[in-house]
């Protein structure tokens, strides 16, 4: 398991563990408050979950989902991050960072060789994040990735 952020006890951190249904709910709620026009519906993080549930993790405590990480992985190894998201008043708090070391740890013990995902832009502190994580901008700015609005850069890391 990842060290704890700075200053905060082991035992008051959230809990990490693998998505469960009954989960679901409250992280399309999650993700609309975060991504608003670029949220998952809850159908579709429920095929996410009959697919991909070995790398869809959650943060949780007594006060229920602060945060999760979703890892989508072909059959030739290569991994998408089709999600990261924490709430906002548990962000700055290196939950995002615990998120995805565990997620990056267990595709490295599933022989996944490359991990991508994408990011906005002007979404400074989750580049700075995977950065810092060794994730390395791939190619140019993609206009319109996700449509009109939906500019996004791509990154990559090899495990």
């Known amino acids: 398991m990842p060290a704890a952020p700075k200053n ?3 035992d008051r951190l959230p809990r990490m563990r693998n998505v469960v249904e009954s989960d679901l709910e409250a992280i399309a709620l999650l993700d609309q408050q975060l ?13 996410f979950y009959d697919l991909y549930a070995r790398h869809f993790l959650v943060l949780d405590d007594s006060q229920g989902i602060q945060g999760y990480v979703l890892v989508g992985t072909a059959v030739d190894k290569g ?3 089709l999600g990261l ?5 548990r962000r700055g708090r290196g939950h995002g960072r615990r998120l995805m070391r565990e997620v990056l740890s267990c595709l490295r013990a599933d ?3 490359t991990v ?4 906005a832009p002007a979404n400074v502190p989750a580049i700075d994040l995977y950065r810092s994580l060794d994730f390395a901008l791939e190619g140019e ?5 996700f449509g009109p609005g939906g ?3 791509i990154m990559v890391r090899h495990l």
Request: glycine share 6%.
């Open 8 to 10: 905060v006890p082991e």
């Open 35 to 47: 991504f608003t026009r670029d949220a998952y519906s809850c159908t579709v993080l429920r095929q």
């Open 79 to 81: 991994s998408w991050v």
């Open 85 to 89: 998201g924490v709430t906002p008043d």
């Open 111 to 113: 022989g996944v060789h």
């Open 116 to 119: 991508r995902l994408s990011v």
């Open 141 to 145: 700015l993609h206009k319109e990735y």
């Open 151 to 153: 500019d996004r850069l």
